[in-house]
T-cell receptor, first 112, second 112 residues
Framework: QKEVEQDPGPLSVPEGAIVSLNCTYSNSAFQYFMWYRQYSRKGPELLMYTYSSGNKEDGRFTAQVDKSSKYISLFIRDSQPSDSATYLCAMEDGGATNKLIFGTGTLLAVQP | DTAVSQTPKYLVTQMGNDKSIKCEQNLGHDTMYWYKQDSKKFLKIMFSYNNKELIINETVPNRFSPKSPDKAHLNLHINSLELGDSAVYFC???????????FGEGSRLTVL
């Protein structure tokens, strides 16, 4: 079993839909949780960064962490065609090595 | 002005050859990384350096040798290339002890 599990999709939604992307993990030592967005043929870029459990909102994006269930989510409101990309969750235990463990990524397509 | 730049972007070579990928960051970060992304988009850390010192070495074959001449540069040399080495290699950097990684655009290696 991988440390971080993520449904690879693809996920196709109409423009304006609310998108929910999820990851589960097995290592209870993870404390920092991130979502990266990767456009085709580009490097990943950080979208959201959260510490421990709770919600964090940034514009149309909301990141949610439930440490008791070992489950994290990214919600995208009013999705746009420009949101079409692969979304990768990542997490780390906050140790000295700063080692991120990534999910396999979910490919999202927002149809105009 | 590119923050993390890596060269070459594309590399096509024969099995058994030796090749290098170069990476430079102008963000003033202390930590640099090499990640490998396979055909299924799975992103896995290979190495990390902090101020030219090797921090993470993730059970990578010793055909892969990173080298950090200074904290702004991290190069990757690969000896005796194999078919399984075909992937996209991403360089990244971060401030010390943060999971906010800044990625380059990737170097797509194809071994024939």
């Amino acid at each position: 079993q991988k440390e971080v599990e993520q449904d690879p999709g693809p996920l196709s939604v109409p423009e304006g839909a609310i998108v929910s992307l999820n990851c589960t993990y097995s290592n209870s030592a993870f404390q920092y949780f991130m979502w990266y967005r990767q456009y085709s043929r580009k490097g990943p870029e950080l979208l959201m960064y959260t510490y421990s459990s709770g919600n964090k909102e940034d514009g149309r994006f909301t990141a949610q962490v439930d440490k008791s269930s070992k489950y994290i989510s990214l919600f995208i409101r009013d999705s746009q065609p420009s949101d079409s990309a692969t979304y990768l969750c990542a997490m780390e235990d906050g140790g000295a090595t700063n080692k991120l463990i990534f999910g396999t990524g979910t490919l999202l397509a927002v149809q105009p | 002005d590119t923050a993390v730049s890596q060269t070459p972007k594309y590399l096509v070579t024969q099995m058994g050859n030796d090749k290098s990928i170069k990476c430079e960051q102008n963000l003033g970060h202390d930590t640099m990384y090499w990640y490998k992304q396979d055909s299924k988009k799975f992103l896995k850390i290979m190495f990390s350096y902090n101020n030219k010192e090797l921090i993470i070495n993730e059970t990578v074959p010793n055909r892969f040798s990173p080298k950090s001449p200074d904290k702004a540069h991290l190069n990757l040399h690969i000896n005796s290339l194999e078919l399984g080495d075909s992937a996209v290699y991403f360089c990244a950097s971060s401030r010390e002890n943060t999971g906010e990684l800044f990625f380059g655009e990737g170097s797509r290696l194809t071994v024939l």
